[in-house]
């Protein structure tokens, strides 16, 4: 099945979405995370998430997270 534009997008945002809530859930928080435009405007396969940049404190709090969940 081939999908349109608009449901490689709702589906892009979904998963956006789904990220989104699972950071915020161990307390991790990227501003800028998002469908990536450029390849959200392309036709082939669903267009990329951009994880954005974030700071220092950031990122050694999602590699905390990550080792944690290693551990568990």
Not at 14 to 37: C, H, I, M, N, T
């Amino acid at each position: 099945m081939v999908m349109t534009a608009k449901e490689r997008m709702l589906t892009a945002e979904e998963a956006v979405r789904q990220l989104k809530g699972a950071l915020d859930g161990v307390g991790v928080v990227f501003p800028s995370l998002d469908v990536d435009q450029v390849s959200a405007a392309g036709t082939y396969g669903l267009p990329l998430v951009d994880l954005g940049r974030c700071n220092v404190d950031t990122a050694l709090r999602l590699a905390a997270v990550l080792h944690e969940r290693v551990r568990a």
